[in-house]
């Protein structure tokens, strides 16, 4: 009497697992965000590293001091074309590309006290 061998299934699960590794069956494609290294006046920072294609992306933003985010975009990578990203949620949806985060910070001004605007000075009454 002949044993049936268990390989010939457990082959054909192992063919089938990787056919659909290669075909992309279920696959999400991930992408790297990188920050500007030139960017001045402030720092963006991102949420998390990478991100799939697709998903929701979040930036924090920090101004230095008497500094206010101007422009916020990105690029992709190899690319000189920009994407705006909202400056009031800071997020935007990943494309299915590498992209360069940038940022535009400007200088606050900060007005000056007038003269006539500043209080009297009252006499002393002695």
């Known amino acids: 009497i002949m044993k049936k061998s268990l390989k010939v299934p457990v082959i054909v699960i192992l063919v089938a697992v990787a056919l659909a590794s290669c075909s992309g069956v279920n696959q999400k494609s991930l992408y790297d965000i990188k920050i500007d290294e030139y960017i001045d006046g402030g720092t963006v920072r991102l949420v998390a590293n990478t991100f799939d294609a697709g ?3 979040k930036l924090k933003v920090y101004p230095n001091e008497n500094m206010e985010i101007q422009n916020l975009y990105y690029t992709v990578q190899g690319s000189d074309k920009s994407v705006p990203i909202d400056i009031n949620s800071m997020t935007f949806q990943k ?3 590498s992209i ?3 940022a535009d910070f ?3 001004e900060k007005p000056e ?7 009297e000075e009252q006499p002393d009454n002695q």
């Open 55 to 57: 998903s929701m992306v």
């Open 95 to 97: 494309p299915n590309a």
């Open 100 to 102: 360069v985060i940038k």
């Open 106 to 108: 400007v200088s606050i």
């Open 113 to 119: 006290l007038l003269p006539e605007a500043l209080p």
